[in-house]
Nanobody, 122 residues
């Protein structure tokens, strides 16, 4: 089992920045891949960024160059630094984990946090 708790969401103007954090605990075998997902109103949830045990990262095209996923050395905290935020980044953001996968983005995740709201306004 893995427990994940997000924090750091809030409201920001377009062009601003936010940093999300996710406190992670539980069996390491279910934490090979760590990821950030988001779900905007009326849209399906999408994977935004992922990082694996070896700190290999991947991003969807719409956030490349603006978002950075990272984890601390203990892998007990996952981060998502979001810069140059756009209106379309407004969503509930979730952190998640799963066991081994060759690629950590675009796969199903097993464990989820409760989500944190990010609202970008003009």
């Amino acid at each position: 089992q893995v427990q994940l708790v997000e924090s750091g969401g809030g409201s920001v103007q377009a062009g601003g920045a936010l940093k999300l954090s996710c406190a992670v605990s539980g069996f390491s075998q279910y934490r090979h891949c760590m990821g950030w997902f988001r779900q905007a109103p009326g849209k399906e949830r999408e994977g935004v960024a992922a990082i694996d045990l070896f700190n290999s990262t991947s991003y969807i095209n719409s956030v490349k160059g603006r978002f950075t996923i990272s984890q601390d050395d203990t892998r007990n905290t996952l981060y998502l630094q979001m810069n140059s935020l756009k209106l379309e980044d407004t969503a509930v953001y979730y952190c998640a984990s799963r066991s081994f996968a060759t690629y950590c983005l675009g796969v199903d995740f097993s464990y989820w946090g409760q989500g944190t709201q990010v609202t970008v306004s003009s």
